[in-house]
């Protein structure tokens, strides 16, 4: 695991973001020169972020906060409306733009409060989801966001 984290962190390019706040620009692979979907890129966040979580592989709270203004600054084109890759692109299939924001974008909320209701109203409207992975991460997106 801790070859993995290091590798992310070390692949990934850190850039300032429209805002100008730090943002990360990451490939599907290693090796790979394909900028990473947004649908994958979720399940990468849910990775990184169970391993802060555990605070077993030396991430911290500054190596995370890139990745929700990647999804807030970057990837949101508007309320409903997100970009199909991390940067901001659209493409085809699995790089298409979406509607909706993954379970995964969903657990970055604690790391820029103000982001939370951005993150979570689309896919919660009336505090609801059909979505069993949505609504488990909007819940401890929740616990955590009530800890700050």
Known sequence: MQASVSWFFSAAQRYPDP???PAYRWDYAYQDKH???AGHGSLDVEGLHQAYLSDRYGITSDMMAPL???FTDVMTKGTGH???RV???DGTGSSAP???VRSGW???AEFQPASYQLLLSPDLPGGNS???DQFAAALLAKSRHNRA
């Open 130 to 132: 059909g979505a069993v």
């Open 19 to 21: 805002a100008g706040r």
């Open 82 to 84: 997100y970009a199909g």
């Open 106 to 108: 969903l657990l970055l």
């Open 35 to 37: 900028v990473e979907d």
């Open 98 to 100: 979406g509607k909706d």
């Open 87 to 89: 940067d901001g692109t």
């Open 68 to 70: 929700v203004n990647t």
